[in-house]
């Protein structure tokens, strides 16, 4: 019994390192493909929680203030006053509560990773992403 148990544990812990293996995977395509340029991407965090799985992707540098940052990465901030910032959602009820505001979301919904670009809000920033990345932008009606 004791062994099953422990046999589990292993098992639950390796899926959720490897589910953190694919989003910082996935947070690295993404911050690469916004900022080609750069050879570091400035973050800013409302959710300091976050700060290490951001902090271990390479050329991701997350920052204290948000005026030093990139691109802002919010997961649980309602009110975002941040005209002059890239926004980018990180769950799924900040995404929808932002659409209007935001270039898009990562969030994971039944156990899967969801990755969804807003068309106007890239075309507003004067973003245009690689072919890659081109199947998750989606129109939205606000």
Same mark, same amino acid.
């Given at each position: 019994?004791?062994? @099953?148990?422990?046999?589990?544990?292993?098992?639950?812990?390796?899926?959720?390192?490897? @589910?953190?293996?694919?989003?910082?995977?996935?947070?690295?395509?993404?911050?690469?493909?916004?900022?080609?340029?750069?050879?570091?991407? &400035?973050? =800013?965090?409302?959710?300091?929680?976050?700060?290490?799985?951001?902090?271990?992707? $390479?050329?991701?540098? *997350?920052v204290e203030y948000q005026i030093d940052a990139d691109i802002l990465i919010i997961k649980k901030t309602y009110n975002i006053?941040?005209?002059? /910032? !890239? *926004?980018?959602?990180? #769950? $799924?009820?900040? &995404?929808?509560?932002? /659409?209007?505001?935001?270039? #898009?979301?990562? $969030? =994971?919904?039944?156990?899967?990773?969801?990755?969804?670009?807003?068309?106007?809000?890239?075309?507003?920033?004067? !973003?245009?992403?690689? /072919?890659?990345?081109?199947?998750?932008?989606?129109?939205?009606?606000?």
């Amino acid at each position: 019994m004791i062994r @099953s148990l422990f046999l589990l544990f292993i098992f639950i812990s390796s899926l959720s390192a490897s @589910s953190l293996q694919t989003e910082r995977k996935i947070y690295q395509t993404i911050l690469n493909a916004l900022f080609p340029q750069k050879k570091t991407v &400035y973050i =800013w965090l409302d959710d300091k929680s976050r700060k290490s799985m951001f902090e271990n992707i $390479y050329g991701i540098k *997350v920052v204290e203030y948000q005026i030093d940052a990139d691109i802002l990465i919010i997961k649980k901030t309602y009110n975002i006053n941040a005209s002059n /910032k !890239i *926004v980018f959602a990180d #769950g $799924y009820l900040v &995404y929808k509560q932002h /659409k209007h505001n935001i270039i #898009g979301g990562f $969030y =994971w919904q039944k156990g899967r990773p969801n990755l969804v670009f807003i068309k106007d809000n890239l075309r507003k920033e004067g !973003i245009k992403l690689p /072919k890659g990345l081109q199947e998750y932008i989606e129109e939205d009606e606000f």
